[in-house]
């Protein structure tokens, strides 16, 4: 059987420049290894007070532990409910400290001068709840 013409010239190129391909090394070279870059260090940054994260309707940490003359910052990073940090328990508030309503970015601070346990929830949502205790200086 006959062949058509481009066929036979298809195979005649595929023939031909396989043939003037170049030939891989049959050893591999080795390069020196290239230094990885190192890392720069960054200053570690000054500490601020502890926080508590208002997210997911709880706070994060829902309990901790701080010394005597500590200030504790809560923070609201919810994404659109307002919550507050109220001391005491829903059904008999305090009045130690009261943070009113923080809208989503809004903070709160309260330096703790006594020695105790202190329970704080949110007015707007009594569910949420959290502990601050609070120990005598060393």
């Known amino acids: 059987m006959l062949r058509p013409l481009w066929f ?3 195979l005649l190129f595929l023939g ?12 591999p070279t080795s390069l020196p290894p290239t230094p990885a870059p190192r890392p720069t260090v960054s200053p570690t940054p000054v500490s601020g007070p502890p926080q508590v994260i208002l997210k997911n309707f709880a706070f994060r940490p829902a309990e901790l532990e701080v010394a005597v ?3 504790v910052e809560w923070i609201n990073q919810e994404e659109s ?3 507050t940090v109220t001391s005491g ?7 130690v400290f009261d943070s009113g309503r923080l809208r989503p970015g809004d903070s709160f601070r309260f330096t703790f001068q ?3 346990t202190y329970e704080y929830f949110c007015a707007i949502h009594s569910r949420m709840r959290g502990r601050i205790i609070v120990k005598p200086a060393p």
């Open 16 to 27: 031909i420049t396989a043939c003037a391909a170049p030939a891989a090394p049959s050893t």
């Open 69 to 71: 003359g500590t200030t």
């Open 114 to 116: 006594q020695p105790g």
């Open 81 to 83: 409910a307002s919550h």
């Open 8 to 10: 036979s010239r298809v």
């Open 89 to 95: 328990t829903p059904d008999y508030p305090s009045g």
